[in-house]
């Protein structure tokens, strides 16, 4: 039964992943983008913090090496990709679908920035045709047409490809570091450093708790994106790393948009457009290119751990 496990938890992550960007939308009605991204992470950071400290040996980072890694997880991982996020997505032009859509490009990106800063990875003429055409699908996404540049959600779609970005950049600069942290503790620390990060910011941009509009349906979506899509979400993603590895696991960037949709349309009463659509292919596409060899490579060992699993299962009944 652990192929059905495997795939109920993933359809699972990719449906809380997912959704998170319909709730994100949702709780701006009631609460100022930075603040609520920083909220969000006070809650989920303690969490986190609690499970690493019953999982791991020693929950708290030592030597520069460590502490290394939880800066950049803190600025980019989280303050800098949640920043972007949530500021983008109160523009009414930003759908759910659209934010979602524009963030999984981040697997795309993540193949760029390694070319940049990991020496050993290259990006072949494939890879930059890959890149090339997920940036295709955020153009399409973004429609900047000449009289439009500041209008029409423009501006707004592109901070959200910010975002993609600085999580992609966080991505490989972890890799860069020369250190080892188990993960569980360095989302834990780099999710409180985040949260910290980001209630400056909002200081600083003149957000405060008097701008909150206490209610329901905002706790209600503060509760889901703490608790629900960081806390549960990161439990999920951790047990189907390694049970997955890491390139059958991004695939969720790819799921998460279709439920970000349905989420969006059940709830908000969002519409897809056509543009979202295309850019979804294109990004998907670009996706295959850069990640062809790994999938290729991968395709074997989960055929070989599928039919090994099918005749456990079959074994068992």
């Given amino acids: 039964m652990s192929r059905y496990r495997n795939l109920a938890l993933f359809l699972v992550l990719a449906a809380v992943w997912g959704s998170a960007f319909m709730a994100i939308k949702?709780?701006?009605?009631?609460?100022?983008?930075?603040?609520?991204?920083?909220?969000?992470y006070d809650v989920a950071g303690l969490v986190m913090l609690a499970y690493a400290a019953r999982v791991v040996d020693d929950p708290v980072p030592?030597?520069?090496?460590?502490?290394?890694?939880?800066?950049?997880?803190?600025?980019?991982?989280?303050?800098?990709?949640?920043v972007l996020l949530f500021v983008g997505?109160?523009?009414?032009?930003?759908?759910?679908?659209?934010?979602a859509v524009i963030v999984s490009l981040s697997p795309v990106l993540t193949t760029a920035f390694a070319r940049a800063f990991l020496p050993d990875e290259r990006l072949t003429v494939?890879?930059?045709?890959?890149?090339l055409c997920g940036l295709a699908g955020v153009a399409v996404l973004a429609r900047p047409g000449p009289g439009a540049l500041l209008t029409e959600g423009v501006v707004a779609k592109l901070l959200v490809f910010g975002a993609a970005a600085a999580f992609a950049l966080?991505?490989?600069?972890?890799?860069?570091?020369?250190?080892d942290l188990p993960i569980e503790t360095m989302e834990a620390w780099s999710m409180i450093g985040g949260a910290l990060l980001m209630h400056g910011v909002a200081l600083a941009v003149g957000e405060s708790f008097s701008d909150v509009t206490l209610s329901v349906d905002g706790l209600l979506a503060l509760a889901?994106?703490?608790?629900?899509?960081?806390?549960?979400?990161?439990?999920?993603?951790?047990?189907?790393?390694?049970?997955?590895?890491?390139?059958?696991?991004?695939?969720?960037?790819?799921?998460?948009?279709?439920?970000?949709?349905?989420?969006?349309?059940l709830i908000l009463d969002e519409r897809l457009s056509p543009a979202t659509a295309g850019g979804f292919v294109l990004i998907v596409l670009g996706f295959v290119f850069v990640k062809r060899r790994a999938i290729r490579q991968g395709l074997p060992v989960l055929r070989a751990a599928a039919a090994s699993r099918g005749g456990t299962d079959d074994a068992d009944e």
């Fill in 26 to 40: 949702a709780g701006l009605n009631f609460f100022p983008p930075v603040l609520f991204a920083a909220i969000r």
């Fill in 62 to 82: 030592r030597g520069r090496g460590q502490w290394a890694l939880v800066a950049v997880g803190a600025a980019l991982l989280i303050a800098g990709y949640h």
């Fill in 89 to 99: 997505e109160t523009d009414p032009a930003v759908t759910s679908a659209a934010a």
């Fill in 126 to 131: 494939v890879g930059v045709a890959g890149l």
């Fill in 170 to 179: 966080g991505s490989v600069l972890t890799r860069r570091i020369d250190a």
């Fill in 224 to 265: 889901y994106l703490s608790l629900v899509a960081s806390a549960i979400g990161f439990l999920i993603y951790f047990d189907l790393l390694e049970r997955l590895g890491a390139v059958e696991i991004n695939l969720v960037s790819y799921v998460a948009p279709v439920f970000a949709a349905l989420a969006g349309w």
